[in-house]
């Protein structure tokens, strides 16, 4: 008998049409046996058009679809009134229609089941009866163990509706992997520091600033769309751009200042650097004077961390730590250190950021014009639903005293509650999981496994068959953006700006919008009360009339920008404010981490290094890519095929490599990469690291064009520094050597 949870590769049986050759797809993202009776271009005129907002990455831009007369989609083009993509998206946003277009597609519900030698496979179910099978599974774990026992792992749009399902359904434990594996640091420290979190998008003024620092902050690689116009528009008219990277980032390349700090040793550098403001007296006096408490505190902890003693540890030049300080300083309060997005690096991540929120604090950037602005959303009007039950346990039970600072749910650590251990009485036993590839996004690749074997049931919702669709025991396929409506787009800018989905195609196949599918769930599970709305324009178009707009509207004019409520757009001078702090002031020096035992004001301390003949490994982003989940969309896929691992040209001398040879990475632990990548023998990465893009190296052969091309660092971070403060895996504690032979282990299938 195979494994309980054996991966199935999604076969024949999901296929409900004839594959098309890879060959024949056109950059548009229409497969040419579709367009092919049809080449005359349609113009813009004949053309029907939709207005979404894009699904591709987080950052949400609005646009609209164009289809022609014949229903395909045609293009995608932003829409000039979201401050999101100012009418223009990103590679990766015009390349959505290949979502739409992608063959290996998810069809149709699928339920596993055993052949009588108890070999795992998939079959094809109805709607019907998959949604019957997942709601009696959820109840059976909710009957034996409690609802507290199912989580529910999100990613996208789809996240809204299965949250609300959890908690009618009497379980708190939601989490994204957004939070302790990306940007959760950054928002415990900007808590402790501000009283609120960055938030997203961030807050940050680049449209005018003097000043933008960047510490490993792929900003252009990774494409966060207003932002980068901005910056984009920053350096044209001569910002001063500062760059911390141990690699010649495309910022880096751009900055006054790139600065090639020694992996792992940021902390001191932020140290030194608060130094030089503090001791030479180069901070915003006024505004440290009347919104933070701490600085005679913050002045006697930093007063041996000088220049000097900062560039023994990071090989920063003294005299350029004081450069860049004074540039900061000249441009105050016009200056923005960025927090950052992806954030969870070596396991003192939060105080890290807490170094950044303190200097920005000292130039008083935040509030100010060219720091950060004060955002602002629209609060959209909620429909009267039945009140939640209360559960009785939450996964920080799994973690008594633990993480406290946490603000959201770790998914690494509900990941990690999912195996049993003998001292913990309970773990969690069914997992839903919405729009994320966790074996690709949380790091130890085989401990996702390991916890995924040990559940009881595993639903997967999503567009594509990602490596965690192979471990489900039901399959549900959403349509993509452009097939549905979803909420409406109220994230915070500027101004509050709302915006529309709609679909501009029928669902292909027999995929289903995910807020039809999670009531649709509820209703067999007895919860649907908690979804007071037969279709989701009744929803809409309720909330839409409540703030003063329709859906009819809406569909005309795609964003709408309304009126702030709260406040300016910054601090006026000499404003009386009220932080949301234990001292109501921005803290320098932090009650709340001291409370917990922690570090009031961050302390530098070293991280290991490489044993002789091993790297760093960093990774990153590429800008026609999100995470590992566009690597088959064959927009994208024409753009980027594979990734390549960065090594310098002294190291690649050393093991004799050659420009796009191949070699396969093992790390500390003996993990070897499942498929080879080709070497980049390059300046712009220092001698003691190597670097590669993340979210190449898919394993599932049914990811027809992703299949096994370039590496996946993920399974190669098998060492994880989990932040004490607030539960976050710091993920470039690992290292990598080359191998220049093919090791004797058989590639995944
Ligand atoms: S930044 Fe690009 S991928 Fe992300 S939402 Fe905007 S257009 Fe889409």
Redesign the pocket.
Known sequence: MKTRREFIKISAAGAGVTAIGLSGVNILGLNTAQASNDQTAASDAEMSVYPT?????????A?WTYVDKKGEIRKII?NKEDP??NGR??????G?IGMYYDEDRLKTPLIREYDKDGNAYFRKASWDEALEYSAKKLQKVAEEHGPECVALFNHGSAGSYLGTLLKAFGSPNIAAPSFAQCRGPRETAWIATFGEAVGSPEPTDIRDTDCLVLIGSHLGEN????Q?QEMADAIDRGTTIITVDPRLSTVASKSKYWLPIKPATDLALLMAWIHVVVYEEIYNKDYVEQYTYGLDLLKEHVKNMTPEWAYGITTIEPEIIRKTAREMANAAPAVIVHPGRHVTWYGDDTQRIRAVAILNALFGSWGNRGGFYMKESVHLPKPKTPPYPKPTKTWRDAYPGQFKLASLALSSGICDATIPTEDRACSFKAWVVAGTNLPLTLPNMSNTVKAMENLDFLLVIDTMPMEITGYADVVLPECTYLERYDLIRDSPHREPYIALRMPAVEPKYDSKPAWWITKQLAEKMGLGDYFPYDDITELLDWQLKKIGSSLEEMKRIGVKKLDREHGGLYFQKGEDIEFNTPTGKIELYSNEIAAEGFDPIPVYTAHPEPDPGFYRLIYGRAPMH?FSRTANNHNLWDLQKENAVWVNPKVAELWDLKKDQLVWLKNQDGVVSSFPIKVRITERIRWDSVYMVHGFGHSDKKLRRAYGNGANDTELITRVMVDPIMGGTGMRGNFVTFLTEQPQKEAKS
Do not use: D, S
């Open positions: 907002y894009c699904e591709v990455c987080f950052w949400k831009c646009g932003g999101h993509c998206l990103c590679p990766r946003g015009t959505g494409m966060h769309n207003g980068v999100t």
